[in-house]
Each structure stands twice: as C-alpha cells, then as structure tokens.
T-cell receptor, first 115, second 115 residues
Framework: AQSVSQHNHHVILSEAASLELGCNYS??????LFWYVQYPGQHLQLLLK??????LVKGIKGFEAEFIKSKFSFNLRKPSVQWSDTAEYFC?????????????FGTGTRLLVSP | DAMVIQNPRYQVTQFGKPVTLSCSQT?????MYWYQQKSSQAPKLLFH???????NEADTPDNFQSRRPNTSFCFLDIRSPGLGDAAMYLC??????????????FGSGTQLSVL
C-alpha cells in the first residue's frame, strides 16, 4: 500500500524567508506526485504535479518541487515566501497502474507566514 | 465561480440520526469522489463514482453510502452517524480516472458535527 509522510506539521516563517516542505512516499512502482494547497476558508487546489520528464517541477505562485526517485521524496520549495502563502499544504501520491488508483494524501503542513 | 459545490458548509446531526451531504459540479466530469478528513489527519478516500459505476474502498464502513442520480450530483449518506464520524467531508471531481495525472477539483467541504 502507498503512504505519504510530511514531517513538518507546522512551519512558521517570516516574509522573504525560504521555504522547503518535506514529503516522502512509500511505493515501489511508478507514481504521479502532487502538491495541493488549501488557503484559509478555501477549497483544496492543485499547486503542482509531476508525472514524467524533468524532475524539477514548477508550479503556480513561484513554487517548485523536486522529485528524487532514489530518496522517494518530492519536497516543495519557494525561495521567498509571502504573507499570502499562509495555508495548509498537502503532498499526495497516485500509483500509476492499469485501472483506477486512489490519490493518497499526507497529513498536511500548516504554514504561517508572518509579515 | 465555484465549480464543485458542497452543501451545507456546516452540518450538525445527532448520534444515530441519518444525515445526507450533497455535492454538485458544473464541470461535467465523469468521476466524483468523497473524501473524509478528520482533524489533523490526511484526507481519506471513501468511494468514488466513475460515471454510474460505484467503487467503494475496502475499508469504508458500511455506515457510509453514496448515490449519484446524474452527472452533476453526488450524495453521501451516513445511515447512523457515530461520534467518530465527525469530520470534514470533501467532494472532488476529475475528468477521468486517476490512472493518469489527472488533477482533482475539490469543493469547500462540509464540516460534520455529531452530538
């Protein structure tokens, strides 16, 4: 069975600080990887995804993530955070196989950016 | 414009009293999902519909049922809610099954309280 670990449950940063949120997954096969974000009072929305090709993926709002297959990791990064990045961030994995495979989420990381 | 709409935003029910949560979508997507998210936990897939084909997760309790009368609407029925069923219930859609890199479109969720 697949699982996703997000090691940082709460992160507090000042504006302009750099961000890196860890995500590790367990699954031996080929995967699709996602980061979803939930801003306060809003629904979950896709930040970025990886399914093949360049392991460095760029998403919306200056976020990027790097897939490191040997480490089973898909860490999210942003060089300089803004107050508006305050949100909860979820890493998710979908094992690629024939037929339907469910999206498995991590427990999320709450990011608070202070002005 | 909201594309996946969940009503109500907050639902309070009594222990053992049946409750129905609703979800509608304007995307004309084939797949609709119900996720359960308990406090500080990852969203967990309960079941999904691929068109009219219902797919239950193996560990979803029998207490949880779902109906999809047409493409736009999907309902989550909890036959006899227990205290442990208090959670945020998220509805999501995707154009096609997640064997590929399809992203999910989420509603804002219904927060269920059981008294």
């Amino acid at each position: 069975a697949q699982s996703v670990s997000q090691h940082n449950h709460h992160v507090i940063l000042s504006e302009a600080a750099s961000l890196e949120l860890g995500c590790n997954y367990s699954y031996g096969g080929t995967v699709n990887l996602f980061w979803y974000v939930q801003y306060p009072g809003q629904h979950l929305q896709l930040l970025l995804k990886y399914f093949s090709g360049d392991p460095l993926v760029k998403g919306i709002k200056g976020f990027e993530a790097e897939f490191i297959k040997s480490k089973f990791s898909f860490n999210l990064r942003k060089p300089s955070v803004q107050w508006s990045d305050t949100a909860e961030y979820f890493c998710a994995v979908n094992a690629r196989a024939t037929g339907f495979q469910k999206l498995v989420f991590g427990t999320g990381t709450r990011l608070l950016v202070s002005p | 414009d909201a594309m996946v709409i969940q009503n109500p935003r907050y639902q309070v029910t009594q222990f053992g009293k049946p409750v129905t949560l609703s979800c509608s979508q304007t995307l004309n997507h084939n797949v609709m999902y119900w996720y359960q998210q308990k406090s500080s936990q990852a969203p967990k897939l309960l079941f999904h519909y691929y068109d009219k084909d219902f797919n239950n997760e193996a560990d979803t309790p029998d207490n949880f049922q779902s109906r999809r009368p047409n493409t736009s609407f999907c309902f989550l029925d909890i036959r006899s809610p227990g205290l442990g069923d208090a959670a945020m219930y998220l509805c999501a859609t995707s154009r096609d099954r997640q064997a590929t890199n399809e992203k999910l479109f989420f509603g804002s969720g219904t927060q269920l309280s059981v008294l």
